[in-house]
């Protein structure tokens, strides 16, 4: 094996150009309705070692990097890619509740962390005393997880997803009901003809790990000329690439912090980078950011994935908010 390079860093230019995925490389679903796009990294080689082979102009198609979902719904903005098949068009809802008209309703969530996150929904079912009892059961990703039985009232229900349906990336909920009803059907002075299933003034996504809800979050960064990434907690992107032999994944991670206290004792991010091939994903590199401990040098060996097309997904969560920046994140050949 050759001599490592020792002042090697790599330039990260992230370009983006327009274009539609239901689905990738990685197996991570996409809503065909999200405006996703093509991500273009082309890595310069900055200060090379003359002697040692610098993999240049990587081409890797991929999604922007996406973050993790938490309120869905009251929401100002981008409520729509969330809530998929069987809600009402968002522009046509009066106050702050929205009905579902037919049997079923689906949405869509982004998941970061390894904890499992929890649903919860506020709402109730149409309600009459002749109409029969309405039950609610809650499918991800094809599985069928918990079935309750709704309460006439106005109600919060709280249903831990499972950690091994949910995973990194886009998930799908599905919400069926027992029956949608017509009030005109119970209440022969209404004229109110349209089919109810029942009311939802709340839908979220609450994060596994504890992390406290950051109203101002702010949005992913890259910096070309610095060749930094910027991701705040709960976030990833994931990009594909063909690796070559004697080659590895390089670069550099920094933690800063909001507080230095997370709901279990002192704040943490982690910081995780994967590679998915055929038979599922695996953990090359990671590192836990501390307030004491706040960065950690990114080395991963990729020769196992010689000649293959793989994708790499980077991610950052945690107890805390903050932001992770990667440094010179690129692939150098020994």
Same mark, same amino acid.
């Given at each position: 094996?050759?001599?490592?390079?020792?002042?090697?860093?790599? @330039?990260?230019?992230?370009?983006?150009?327009? !274009?539609?995925?239901?689905?990738?490389?990685?197996? %991570?679903?996409?809503?065909?309705?999200?405006? $996703?796009?093509?991500?273009?990294?082309?890595?310069?080689? @900055?200060?090379?070692?003359?002697?040692?082979?610098?993999?240049?102009?990587?081409?890797?198609?991929? !999604?922007?990097?996406?973050?993790? %979902?938490?309120?869905?719904?009251?929401?100002? #903005?981008?409520?729509?890619?969330?809530?998929?098949?069987?809600?009402?068009?968002? /522009? %046509?809802?009066?106050?702050?509740?929205?009905?579902?008209?037919?049997?079923?309703?689906?949405?869509?969530?982004? #998941?970061?962390?390894?904890?499992?996150?929890?649903?919860?929904?506020?709402?109730?079912?149409?309600?009459?005393?002749?109409?029969?009892? /309405?039950?609610?059961?809650?499918?991800?990703? +094809?599985?069928?997880?918990?079935?309750? +039985?709704?309460?006439? #009232?106005?109600?919060?229900?709280?249903?831990?997803?499972?950690? !091994?349906?949910?995973?990194?990336?886009?998930?799908?909920?599905?919400?069926?009901?027992? #029956?949608?009803?017509?009030?005109?059907?119970?209440?022969?002075?209404?004229?109110?003809?349209?089919?109810?299933?029942? $009311?939802?003034?709340?839908?979220?996504?609450?994060?596994?790990?504890?992390?406290?809800?950051?109203?101002?979050?702010?949005?992913?960064?890259?910096?070309?000329?610095?060749?930094?990434?910027?991701?705040?907690?709960?976030?990833?992107?994931?990009?594909?690439?063909?690796?070559?032999?004697?080659?590895?994944?390089?670069?550099?991670?920094?933690?800063?912090?909001?507080?230095?206290?997370?709901?279990?004792?002192?704040?943490?991010?982690?910081?995780?980078?994967?590679?998915?091939?055929?038979?599922?994903?695996?953990?090359?590199?990671?590192?836990?950011?501390?307030?004491?401990?706040?960065?950690?040098?990114?080395? !991963?060996?990729?020769?196992?994935?010689?000649? /293959?097309?793989?994708?790499?997904?980077?991610?950052?969560?945690?107890?805390?908010?903050?932001?992770?920046?990667?440094?010179?994140?690129?692939?150098?050949?020994?």
């Amino acid at each position: 094996m050759g001599r490592e390079v020792e002042s090697n860093w790599l @330039c990260i230019m992230p370009l983006m150009t327009p !274009a539609q995925r239901s689905r990738n490389p990685g197996g %991570t679903r996409f809503p065909a309705s999200a405006a $996703l796009s093509m991500a273009v990294l082309v890595v310069v080689a @900055c200060d090379a070692d003359p002697a040692s082979e610098i993999l240049s102009e990587l081409l890797m198609p991929s !999604a922007p990097i996406e973050l993790g %979902t938490g309120v869905i719904f009251p929401r100002e #903005q981008g409520a729509s890619r969330f809530l998929m098949e069987g809600w009402p068009p968002q /522009q %046509t809802l009066e106050g702050d509740s929205m009905w579902v008209h037919r049997k079923w309703a689906q949405v869509g969530f982004f #998941q970061v962390a390894d904890r499992p996150p929890t649903f919860v929904v506020e709402a109730r079912p149409f309600a009459h005393p002749d109409a029969p009892q /309405q039950r609610l059961t809650v499918v991800l990703n +094809d599985v069928e997880i918990d079935t309750v +039985d709704m309460r006439p #009232q106005w109600t919060t229900y709280e249903i831990d997803l499972p950690a !091994a349906v949910v995973h990194p990336g886009w998930n799908v909920i599905e919400l069926r009901f027992a #029956q949608s009803l017509r009030p005109a059907d119970f209440d022969p002075e209404s004229d109110d003809r349209r089919t109810l299933a029942a $009311l939802f003034r709340r839908l979220e996504i609450r994060n596994g790990a504890g992390r406290p809800e950051w109203p101002k979050r702010p949005a992913p960064r890259f910096d070309a000329d610095e060749a930094v990434i910027e991701m705040p907690t709960d976030s990833f992107f994931e990009a594909r690439i063909t690796p070559r032999r004697r080659e590895e994944l390089v670069g550099a991670a920094e933690a800063d912090f909001l507080t230095s206290e997370g709901p279990e004792g002192a704040a943490s991010i982690r910081a995780v980078v994967e590679v998915i091939d055929a038979s599922g994903p695996l953990r090359v590199w990671e590192s836990e950011l501390r307030p004491g401990a706040p960065s950690a040098s990114v080395r !991963a060996e990729l020769a196992g994935w010689a000649g /293959q097309e793989v994708v790499v997904r980077v991610r950052v969560f945690g107890n805390t908010n903050g932001v992770v920046r990667w440094r010179g994140l690129g692939t150098i050949v020994k």
